[in-house]
């Protein structure tokens, strides 16, 4: 029989472990995920979900245990780098989409879109024309000198995810990117997200309490505890 074989890993972690004072916020997890994958992170209230995502984007440290990245340089051990390196890492290799998108207000989308890279050192102008090509991919063609109030909470995620890809990140992190829409617009936001991402080959990492956004990933982990209780894949 044919198998197929599994993606190389893009991240990797290890026996990765989280306490705050008696409290176990991790108890010895283990996590991969290939290019072009998806992962969705499932479980209740306190149970690590959010604490997994930040250890694995370099937010904050474990306690214990290894995260590799696979760099087009070599492995690195997102764990024993620098608050410095950490920082280059997560504006340059990573990208972010939260519930609330924590956009700037008082930027324009494209602006906002184009900021990561002018951080990065790349000139306004072709910053701006770069994120302007990705609010056109993510249906926001037009939409470039609206500023966030004048947007809608699902145009609004989708200049989250365009900032989160404009840097060429390998990986995404979202944290419930639908928490705060209605189920129609979560499902458009969802298709954006997906496309966006595992669509061009790159990684994605979700945490959500939506069955239904899980289901759209490749695999679901739960988390009880601290620890991963089940995992499985999607069909």
């Not at 499932?42 to 690590?48: C, P, V, Y």
């Not at 340089?73 to 989409?97: P, W, Y």
């Amino acid at each position: 029989m044919n198998t197929v074989p599994p993606p190389i890993s893009v991240l990797a972690a290890s026996a990765l472990v989280k306490t705050y004072g008696s409290a176990i916020a991790l108890g010895g997890v283990d996590f991969r995920i290939g290019a072009g994958e998806s992962v969705a992170i499932m479980g209740a209230s306190g149970s690590g979900k959010t604490t997994l995502l930040h250890c694995l984007a370099g937010i904050i440290g474990p306690d214990s245990g290894s995260v590799l990245f696979a760099t087009p340089s070599g492995t690195v051990d997102v764990t024993t780098l620098g608050e410095k390196e950490r920082s280059r890492l997560r504006r340059e290799a990573f990208g972010f989409v939260f519930q609330q998108g924590f956009l700037l207000p008082e930027l324009t989308a494209v602006e906002n879109v184009a900021l990561p890279l002018m951080l990065g050192g790349t000139a306004r102008a072709v910053a701006e024309q770069n994120a302007s090509g990705w609010l056109a991919a993510l249906g926001l063609a037009g939409f470039e000198s609206r500023r966030i109030g004048q947007l809608s909470g699902g145009q609004a995620q989708r200049v989250a995810i365009a900032r989160a890809q404009v840097t060429g990140a390998s990986v995404v992190f979202a944290d419930e990117p639908t928490g705060a829409l209605d189920s129609r617009t979560s499902a458009e936001v969802m298709s954006a997200l997906i496309d966006s991402t595992t669509g061009r080959g790159r990684s994605l990492v979700v945490v959500t309490h939506d069955e239904e956004v899980a289901a759209r990933c490749s695999r679901v982990l739960r988390l009880a505890d601290g620890r991963i209780v089940d995992e499985a894949v999607t069909a």
